[in-house]
């Protein structure tokens, strides 16, 4: 069963500390992405990476980075968090082999404080 | 750059009658369209795609979308509505290589008795 996985569901966090979301997925696709959903704004993409270690910037890649060791794990990282990053992140994979279709995980609820 | 807009917000339909929710691309190019549905605290999930050949595709649970290049449109439809319709539903569009996927804001379909 193809399935994304996303680590934690909620979280809350005081501005200036450190977030670790993680994301895995159990289907061996290729490139993943982090998007963040925010009301009336839809989904914005931050980053994108096509392999281990091989990441590229999204629109708005300020304020995060990625980490991609094992091509079933992507992590999300925000050094010093802000309140402006409260939001809804999702973690996606693609699948090139059913045209390019993304599956998602179930969203990490951040709330910086 | 590729981008989406879906012009409503919110669409309100009662149980049984017909549905149309909007999608507008730009893209210079041959795009490539999704639409996906996020249903409440899940993640999105695809309902169907096009590629270049048929205009009108079929999706999951009755909905169907019908591409037209002379309007730069890729608009959802189902015949009748059903209340399990109730979710959010995005418009996407990427390029042939699908690395790049961006997504609308997203139209929020209630429905009524």
């Known amino acids: 069963d193809m399935k994304v996985t996303q680590m934690p569901r909620y979280l809350i966090k005081r501005m200036g500390e450190n977030v670790l979301l993680e994301c895995g997925q159990d289907?061996?696709?290729?490139?993943m992405y982090w998007y963040r959903q925010d009301p009336g704004l839809g989904l914005q993409l931050i980053y994108i990476?096509?392999?281990?270690?091989?990441?590229s910037e999204g629109d708005i890649p300020k304020g995060y980075r990625v980490s991609r060791k094992k091509r079933e794990h992507f992590s999300l990282i925000l050094d010093s968090a802000k309140t402006n990053q409260t939001s809804v992140y999702f973690c996606?994979?693609?699948?090139?082999?059913?045209?390019?279709?993304?599956?998602f995980g179930e969203g990490s609820r951040l709330i910086v404080v | 750059a590729q981008s989406v807009t879906q012009p409503d917000a919110r669409v309100t339909v009662s149980e049984g009658a017909s549905l149309q929710l909007r999608c507008k691309y730009s893209?210079?190019?041959?795009?490539?369209l999704f639409w996906y549905v996020q249903y409440p605290r899940q993640g999105l999930q695809l309902l169907l795609k096009?590629?270049?050949?048929?205009?009108v595709v079929q999706g999951v649970n009755g909905f169907e979308a019908e591409f037209s290049k002379s309007n730069s449109s890729f608009h959802l439809r189902k015949a009748s509505v059903h209340w399990s319709d109730w979710a959010v539903y995005f418009c996407?569009?990427?390029?042939?290589?699908?690395?790049?996927?961006?997504f609308g804001t997203g139209t929020k379909l209630q429905v009524v008795p």
């Open positions: 289907m061996s696709h290729e490139t």
């Open positions: 990476s096509y392999d281990v270690d091989s990441n």
């Open positions: 096009y590629y270049p050949g048929d205009p």
């Open positions: 996606a994979s693609r699948n090139r082999e059913t045209g390019n279709t993304l599956y």
């Open positions: 893209y210079f190019g041959t795009p490539y």
């Open positions: 996407a569009v990427t390029s042939n290589s699908g690395t790049y996927q961006r």
